[in-house]
């Protein structure tokens, strides 16, 4: 029987999402005494750039005590033909029994998980999915109101392309908090729409209500140029500045999964604000992976 894998978050079920938040809560209170995984070799498999995902996995990794091998796209043997199901089986063969992968097509953690004898943690894939970040985001948000039901949530921006959004979407819905996602018609089709799910194009009429505004960078790589906005509408309506600011409620929070563009999603003055979480959600994102990689590898604790 294959081993459990992170590669979105449907493979969680809501209970054992909140018993991630719960456990990376008390890593952050308390950091774990015995090495949780001692003698566990961990690969870092990434394909595309990142800085804040890649660290914050490294962190977590040597948080737990586990064995960690980061692996250069450049290094490996797919370069030279090598199926990904070889090098899974390769990684296994050396006792590798966790593998963290982004990977600019979707659905490469998918396709590494079928054929590897251990734990894939999807690290981000092309548009579609990224679950840490999204665990890591609903732990800022419970952090910040002991609870993730109930709340108004806006995702704004590039929707269609954001593997965080789409994640998400799936998280916060799971926690029973409502989504609105903002966006231009090209970033953000009408069909993205469905239960709990609401569309609107007017940031500004939806400021007043939220209580979270999650701003998403434009994901220029992945964009067909016919679809790409101009810059300067996009900002135009969709920038978080001073007047928005003003617009929200004074216990809304803002957060952005980074890297963030400045003068394109949000200006200066969002760092500025007292709701901007940015450096919290990097924060959690470490305690997160720590929960992640123990649940995976060692089931839940009593
Ligand atoms: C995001 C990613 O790479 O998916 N960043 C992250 O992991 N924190 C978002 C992005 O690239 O815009």
Request: net charge negative.
């Amino acid at each position: 029987m294959p081993e459990r894998s992170l590669l979105d978050l449907d493979d969680l079920s809501s209970d054992d999402i909140i018993y991630i938040l719960d456990r990376a809560t008390r890593f952050h209170v308390a950091p774990p005494e015995r090495n949780l995984l001692r003698d566990i070799c961990v690969v870092n498999l990434f394909f595309e750039a990142s800085t804040r995902t890649f660290t914050s996995f490294a962190i977590a990794e040597q948080r737990v005590g586990a064995d960690i091998v980061a692996l250069p796209p450049g290094s490996s043997s797919l370069g030279k033909g090598e199926t990904i199901a070889d090098t899974a089986i390769t990684l296994a063969a050396m006792g590798v029994r966790v593998i963290v992968t982004r990977h600019p097509e979707s659905g490469f953690p998918y396709r590494l998980a079928e054929s590897f004898d251990g734990h894939v943690i999807n690290a981000g894939d092309g548009r579609h999915a990224h679950p840490t970040q999204a665990l890591l985001d609903l732990l800022t948000l419970a952090t910040e109101f002991g609870r993730v039901a109930g709340l108004k949530v806006a995702l704004v921006g590039d929707i269609l392309h954001s593997r965080v959004a789409r994640s998400n979407v799936i998280g916060l819905r799971r926690l029973g908090a409502e989504v609105i996602l903002v966006g231009p018609q090209t970033l953000l089709p009408d069909a993205m729409a469905r239960e709990g799910v609401r569309i609107e194009r007017d940031l500004d009429a939806i400021l007043p209500e939220v209580d979270a505004l999650m701003l998403l960078r434009i994901q220029r790589e992945r964009i067909a140029s016919a679809v790409l906005p101009s810059l300067d509408d996009y900002a135009r309506n969709y920038r978080l500045d001073a007047p928005r600011l003003a617009k929200l409620q004074p216990h809304a929070i803002v957060m952005h999964p980074g890297p963030y563009n400045r003068g394109i999603e949000l200006t200066e003055e969002v760092f500025a604000s007292s709701g901007w979480r940015y450096v919290q959600q990097v924060s959690h994102g470490v305690y997160v992976r720590m929960a992640v990689l123990d649940f995976l590898v060692n089931g839940r604790s009593a």
